[in-house]
């Protein structure tokens, strides 16, 4: 019995095996427990010598079989070990990393660069009526500005009589926007997205521009001039010159267009050297029905005005020749300009 059990136990695969064991060894209907039943038809010599002999065994018994199932219980810890291990020491795997597109990061150090001259950073949206875009500037339903800036008109369902409502053109709008809510004196920039209908390699139906306004007392062109140059220096990192030049805008008179200096050496531009301009910015007197349509008493009070292209700005920067990449999201652009991981 001791060898067929001892020798049984030392071969148990595992622990389920081991179980089964124990219950047909010393279980309480296993092999050794009946035989110890069996003591007490025994004469008192025989027990006297089988008794302890079977307690022994029995003792026996449960030490090899809790011997081996430590031992089993080691070999499985051993060949976990051996299957789940980790190398520590491979190299990360490499994730695709986002990174802020080109017109965001112009966008953000733009404002940052105007906030910073004291100006606060004003929103409006971009389907507006027709009245903010157009009559409030001063630009009435026959003019010629209305189909000059390809605008972009909201469809209407016949009987629908709210106002018509346009894609934003410019982001002249937010002026007026602003002046009502706050009056004057105001100095407000207003980052954001306009459309008009136009596609070539300068021109994308959605493009980006910054407008700034500047109302008090006294401001004047000579104010507007040394905004733009602080700006323009800032931006560039370099001492810019600028150029105004007479022009016409329906909200502004006088108007000024304003260019900045450059030279343009085998195609590429650089800013702030040289002796060649380029157009950047409209910009002008705020119109004194401008003002009165928005409130604000032209008698009063008077400033500037400025509308600049954000993706133009950008173009300059860092040298990039068609706007229309901006918006094509091709990776392998925005990596080849630095602007992708
Ligand atoms: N709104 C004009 C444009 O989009 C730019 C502009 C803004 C001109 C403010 C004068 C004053 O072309």
Known sequence: LRQKYLSAIADAADES?????????????GEVSLKMRELGRMTPEERQVAGPALNALKDEINS?????????????????????????????RQRPQGTIHPVSQVTEEVT????????????????ETDWYNFDALNIPGHHPARTEMDTFYMHREEGDNRPPHVLRTHTSPVQIRSMQDAGAPIRIICPGRVYRA??????????????????????????????????????????????????????TEPSAEVDIQCSWEGGTVKVGEGDGWLEVLGSGMVHPKVLAAAGVDPNEWQGFAFGMGIDRMAMLKYGIPDLRAFFDSDLRWLRHYGFAA
């Open 198 to 251: 136009d596609y070539d390699q300068t021109h994308t139906p959605m493009f980006h521009q910054v407008e700034g306004l500047a109302i008090d007392r006294d401001i004047s062109m000579a104010n507007l001039k040394w905004v733009l140059e602080e700006f323009f220096s800032a931006f560039f990192g370099t001492k810019v010159k600028t150029r105004f030049r007479a022009s016409h805008f329906p909200f």
């Open 17 to 29: 095996a081991l179980e089964d064991l124990r219950v047909t060894a010393v279980g309480k209907k």
């Open 112 to 127: 940052a660069i105007l906030a910073d001259m004291g100006f606060a950073v004003a929103e409006g949206p971009q389907v």
């Open 64 to 92: 090899a079989l809790a011997a081996k199932k430590s031992a089993l219980e080691d070999a499985a810890l051993d060949a976990r070990l051996r299957d789940e291990w980790l190398d520590v020491t491979l190299p990360a």
